[in-house]
């Protein structure tokens, strides 16, 4: 695979994981959060309801496991691509 | 001993620590002082960047904002959530870019000094007005808890960053932030876990938040539902109806924190784009240890207070003012908590005013709300309410001064890397020696801290309301800028100057419009209240919008004009492959 051909297809790679990661991002702090709150309002956790415990708690615990997921997936990319340092 | 005698020791033996850092980590290149050689490790720059990023504000004030029921959760999720896009949107490819400032990508990418410019003079007053938070946090704490007058406090506090920030530049920065951050999570948390103990026998406030109350059986959160209503609140955990104004707010929050200059400067430090995201990862790690526990020092501290008040529930009468336990008469004293024995019972009756419970109160022989209690309560009494020795109350003094401090320091060098850096060496006198542009940088921090001291002492009126504006001009102007500039080769200079010029504007005139142009009193177009703000988004929240205008007009303006020159769109392809990143440039 030629040069160019290779950091195309790392570039596009990046952004579909890029992309797969913000939707859940979004998902749980602007969904579950707070626009799709009352659809979970069925669903109690401890004196509250699951988007009242992903506003406080949930969201910020899938954003360090998006975080931790994407540094170990493009870390690894890198090195598939040769393209590490 | 005397508390104040524990105070002062605390405090002292910290400052100790900060001193003996500087003189260990002095800086001996620019490289050093701007970006601390670019070796620091991945998870001591992800503990920096937690102190670096936790303000006064975060640790004194946060939960306090919280308290005020499920709304108040879009600060946990916006002030951590920019860390997901920070990781996947910029850090890397700025760290691989490898220069020393935000206005150094943003001058480069689009080789433009008009677009320089506009980065500078957007990194300068997001950062000056920022400080000014800082430096008054810093004082309100000496003046709680060290008994001196907080400008005496501020000018210690100036001192001690002097010797640190000017001594050492980033690498001194870097490691006194990394102990600020223990001071800071040690104090935040012990208190926070024994209130969780008091309350709901859990260990963990984060799942002590979602468990059982051990005093009444139930949940603590419906628990807390029950006594706010029954005193004219709306429920803690009720939904709210402008899910639009929550939703923007949220993302002006996240996109504002990727767009702060003192935290991205803190991914140029660390040796490999590689590092850069896991440094990502680490700092929300940290980070995340004070905020999820912040939404369980928020809920257990409000039910906490109002058992106090009301010991036999509140439908019951009030405690009696003469029977009030010491701690609320040490914060009488300091104004945070105000009474005022409105119907002449001798009791104190807490309670929200709202029409709807007029009656009520009316019933109950009340004659108005008789306790104000300052939201910042909630985080400094907490060792005092939940009966902790007087060390934790100590260690919350050195933490909330270490919050401060870390954040001014971080402020600070970023105001004076775009002095000596983006104008004096890139624009005004590119001759400049290395020595000479040391000397520069640090003259600029010096006069920096001056500046943002003299600026804490005579708080300008506005210091409150200039905090959304620092936040609404990073989420439109800086956010925008650097994303395009790495992810679009087809953005040129024009449209990055007039996105950026069409994101700062429209954000500061939205908020001008309603707080008053240039924060001046009485001169605002239109009463800040929701029935006024255009559909529903409060000046608060109009930076996700001002992106948005800023992201259009970038657009629109780089596909009508030419296509950036090719030298150019080989920098941007270079910045986004980690191969070769190599050391930071040296220029």
Redesign the interface.
Known sequence: MADKEK?AA??SA?LRL?LG??VI?ALC??GF???L??ML?GIA?????L???F???G???I??A???F??WR??KL?KEF???? | MSQFVINLLFVGASFMLYIGIAIWARAGSTKEFYVAGGGVHPVTNGMATAADWMSAASFISMAGL?SVG?VN?SF??GW??G??LL???LA?YLRKFGKFTVPDFVGDRFNSKAARVVAVICLLVISTTYVIGQMTGAGVAFARFLEVSSTTGLIIASCIVFVYAVLGGMKGITYTQVAQYVVLIVAYTIPAIFISLQMTGHLLP?TG????HTESG????????EVVRELGFQDY?A?VSN?LN??LF??SLMIGTAGLPHVIIRFFTVP???DA??S??WA??FI?IL??TA?AVASMGRLNLINTIYPDGPSAPALEYAERPQWLQTWEDTGLVRFEDKNNDGRIQMYNEAPAFAETAEARGWAGNELVVNNDILVLANPEIANLPGWVIGLIAAGGIAAALSTAAGLLLAISSAISHDLIKNMINPKISEKGEMLAARISMAVAIAIATWLGINPPGFAAQVVALAFGIAAASIFPVLMMGIFSKRINSKGAVLGMLAGLLSTTIYIFMYLGWFFIPGTNTLANVPDNWLFGISPLSFGAVGAVINFAVAFGVSYLTEEPPQEIQDLV?SV???????DAVAH
Not at chain 2, 576 to 582: E, M
């Open positions: 950091a790392y570039w990046n890029i990661s913000l991002w702090s602007f959060g707070i626009l709150r009352p309002s956790v401890g004196g509250a309801d988007g009242f415990w506003a406080q708690q969201s910020i615990l954003f360090l998006l975080i931790f994407y540094a493009m870390n890198d040769g393209l590490e340092e | 919280i499920y959760s946990l999720m951590t959530g860390f997901v990781a996947m949107l890397p984060q938040l979602f468990g059982t139930i949940p603590m959160l419906q628990k807390l539902d955990t939904d899910k929550m939703f949220t993302m490999k784009v590689a995201r896991w990502a990862g929300l790690v995340a905020y999820t939404p392809e986004r492959y980690p191969k070769g990143a190599g």
